[in-house]
């Protein structure tokens, strides 16, 4: 899947959580910096309001511990749309607090046997974040992602589900 296609669902994504949470970010597009960046490096600023809208919406469910309940699976679908290596930890965090280690495992599991290879490169990523350990769930989900990496027709994608 290519990059700015896997941006656009990052950013429709977070635009939900957002909405759901009734936060508004500001619009970056207009920074000079920001789009001079972007001239030499086409998607940078869709790559920088997308950390603008992800700090948004981390800071508020940091903040607010009903909403991280009440948008437990806008902030999963979110998480499973974000391939970047560390930014998953924001929204892990979220969820580990709101649902627990298990319950995030689970899902990322869930993702892993039965998501699109985009959440299933999204669910590798978050797993690292996940607060997992040798078990029967982390098995579960090396299975899943040796399979997934079999089956997966997008090389981006399978390389980054190999092992």
Not at 18 to 36: F, H, I, N, P, Y
Not at 95 to 108: I, V, Y
Not at 123 to 150: H, I
Request: proline share 4%; charged share 30%; aromatic share 6%.
């Amino acid at each position: 899947m290519e990059r700015h296609l896997r941006l656009d669902v990052q950013e429709v994504a977070l635009d939900a959580l957002l909405e759901a949470l009734g936060e508004a970010v500001d619009d970056t597009s207009q920074d000079d910096r920001v789009a001079r960046l972007d001239a030499q490096a086409p998607g940078y600023a869709q790559y920088h309001r997308i950390g603008h809208k992800r700090q948004a919406a981390y800071r508020r469910l940091a903040a607010d511990r009903a909403a991280a309940h009440r948008c437990y699976p806008l902030v999963l679908a979110a998480l499973l749309t974000d391939d970047d290596p560390s930014s998953p930890r924001w929204l892990a965090q979220v969820l580990l607090t709101a649902g627990g280690w298990r319950r995030l495992q689970e899902e990322l599991v869930a993702a892993m046997e039965g998501g699109d290879p985009l959440r299933q490169v999204c669910a590798v990523g978050a797993w690292r974040w996940a607060d997992a350990v040798d078990g029967p769930v982390t098995e579960r989900f090396l299975t899943a992602r040796r399979e997934a990496a079999v089956r997966c027709d997008d090389p981006w994608a399978r390389e980054r589900l190999a092992d």
